[in-house]
C-alpha cells in the first residue's frame, strides 16, 4: 500500500467497514465505490489537484466518505473543528490556502469565512442509505469523472499545532507519511479485520483521524463512530458492536471510570485500552486495567509524526505506568541543547526519525530551521531514555523553569 487512495484494498468486500450507532452499517465495498464516486464528483466540479479542501464535519460516516475522497482526488484534506469562531476559521482557512470548504448544514462560522475570503462552499448531506450528496450553489453534484490516484509523494493532510505557546503552525503530511504511520500502529497494536475500534476522538485530530480509523481501516478492521463521545451511550455502543479496543485522553479514560458501576460496564470487554494525547496518571493507569481488565497501552504522538512516534506493548511485552514504551517503527534519541545525541539515563530533548515525519512546516523556513537537526526532528519535549530504550517525558522544553542555573520541568516543582 503506498497511498490512502490503496487504503481500503484486498479487503473482504462484504466486511463492515463502518458502522454508524442508530444508523446505517457499510461494508468495505459500499464504503469503497462511496469515496469513489465522491472523488469523482469533487473532480469534476473543477477541485485541483495538490491545493487544500477545508472540512468541517463532525464526526460520522459523511467525513470519513469526503476526507478520502478528496485525497483520492489528488487534493488535500485539512479538517478543522467545527466549534472554530468565524475568525478562527479564516485564519486556518487562508494559511492552507483553501480552495473549498465543505461543511454540513447549519455550518454558520464556516460559511461565513469562506464568504470573507471569497473561498467557494459545499453542503455535504448523508441519506439513510449511506450516500453522501454535495451541493454547490445549491446544485446537486451528479456529474463525475475518473480521478488519476496520488503519489506517495503528494501531500493528503492538512492540520497545524495546537499553538500554545505561538501562532499555529501548518503541518503538511504526505500519502507515504500517512501509510507509514498506519503500518506502525497496525503492527504495534496487532490491529486485524477481527477488530472494532470504538472512536470517541474527534477526526479532525491526529489522534482520532489516524491513530483509530485509517488504521483500523488499514487493518481491515470495522470501526464504529458515534457523533460525539457520551459516557452514557459508551457501554451499550461497546456491547452492541462488540468492540475490541478504544484511545482516547486521560479524561475520557477517568470519566469512564468514575461511571463504570452506575452505567453497569463489564469486568472485562476490551482487548486493550488505549491512552494518548497527555499524560496519563499511573494511578489511572491501575484503575483501569483492574477495573475494566484490559492492558492499558499508553503511546506518544504528535502532529507533526502523523501521530503515532512511541507506545508500550501488548503482553507480553513490557507495559510501564508513567512511560510512552518504545519506539514503533520510528527512532528515537534524546538531544543536548548543542545538538549532540545524549547517553541512555540522561534527559534532554527527545527526537526522531522515520518514514511518518513531515517533510517540514508550510511556508516557515525559520520554524524548519529550528525543528532539524542533522536529520533528526526536534519534538520540543524533554524526556529521557532507558537502557531498554523505554521513554519518559519529563515535559516541555518552552515550559522548564530556570531555578538556580538549573532547567527543570514544571511536572518538578512542588505544588
Known amino acids: 500500500m503506498v497511498t490512502l487512495a490503496n487504503l481500503l484494498d484486498g479487503h473482504q468486500p462484504d466486511k463492515a467497514s463502518i458502522t454508524i450507532p442508530n444508523g446505517p452499517t457499510v461494508s468495505y465495498g459500499e464504503f469503497g465505490g462511496e469515496v469513489e464516486r465522491v472523488a469523482g464528483l469533487l473532480a469534476a466540479s473543477g477541485l485541483k489537484r495538490g491545493r487544500a479542501v477545508s472540512i468541517v464535519l ?24 467545527a466549534a472554530y469562531t468565524v475568525e ?43 450516500h453522501v450528496t454535495i451541493a454547490k450553489n445549491g446544485s446537486e453534484l451528479t456529474k463525475g469523472v475518473d480521478v488519476t490516484p496520488p503519489s506517495p509523494n503528494d501531500i493528503a493532510l492538512f492540520l497545524h499545532t495546537s499553538g500554545t505557546t505561538s501562532r499555529p503552525k501548518g503541518v503538511p503530511l504526505t ?20 477488530d472494532t475500534a470504538l472512536v470517541v476522538m474527534p477526526l479532525f485530530h491526529v489522534h482520532g483521524l489516524i491513530g483509530v480509523s485509517l488504521s483500523s481501516l488499514r487493518s481491515g478492521g470495522t470501526i464504529v463512530i458515534p457523533p460525539r463521545f457520551s459516557a452514557s451511550t ?3 455502543d461497546q456491547s452492541d458492536t462488540d468492540a475490541t479496543w478504544y484511545s482516547a485522553v486521560p479524561t475520557i479514560h ?19 485500552i488505549r491512552s494518548c494525547s497527555a499524560a496519563l496518571a499511573p494511578s489511572v493507569f491501575s484503575d483501569l486495567e483492574n477495573r475494566f481488565n484490559s492492558p492499558v497501552l499508553e503511546a506518544y504522538g504528535m502532529t507533526e509524526a502523523s501521530h503515532q512516534m512511541s507506545s508500550n506493548l501488548l503482553p507480553p511485552g513490557s507495559r510501564t505506568p508513567g512511560t510512552v514504551g ?17 547517553d541512555t539515563g540522561k534527559k534532554g530533548e527527545v527526537v526522531i526519525k522515520g518514514a511518518n515525519v513531515t517533510p517540514g512546516y508550510h511556508n516557515n523556513p525559520e520554524a524548519n530551521s529550528e525543528a532539524f537537526t542533522n536529520g533528526w526532528f526536534r519534538t520540543g519535549d524533554q524526556g529521557e531514555l532507558s537502557d531498554s530504550m523505554v521513554l519518559t517525558l519529563t515535559g516541555r522544553l518552552k515550559e522548564l523553569i530556570n531555578r538556580g542555573g538549573e532547567k527543570i520541568s514544571p511536572l518538578e516543582v512542588d505544588a
Open 234 to 236: 459508551f457501554w451499550q
Open 58 to 81: 463532525g464526526n460520522g460516516l459523511d467525513f470519513m466518505v469526503i476526507f478520502l475522497a478528496v485525497t483520492r482526488s489528488g487534493a488535500i484534506a485539512a479538517p478543522l473543528n
Open 175 to 194: 500519502h507515504a507519511n500517512l501509510m507509514a504511520s498506519l503500518g506502525n500502529i497496525v503492527s504495534t497494536y496487532e490491529l486485524s479485520e477481527e
Open 326 to 342: 518504545v519506539g514503533t517503527g520510528v527512532e528515537i534519541g534524546i538531544m543536548s541543547d548543542t545538538g549532540s545525541l545524549l
Open 88 to 130: 478562527e476559521f479564516k485564519f486556518y482557512m487562508e494559511d492552507a490556502d483553501a480552495q473549498l470548504v465543505i461543511v454540513s448544514k447549519g455550518a454558520d462560522a464556516a460559511l461565513t469565512a469562506a464568504a470573507d475570503l471569497s473561498v467557494p462552499c459545499a453542503v455535504a448531506e448523508l441519506d439513510e442509505k449511506g
Open 254 to 272: 477517568q470519566i469512564l471510570l468514575m461511571r463504570a458501576d452506575d452505567d453497569g460496564a463489564p469486568k472485562k470487554s476490551f482487548r486493550f
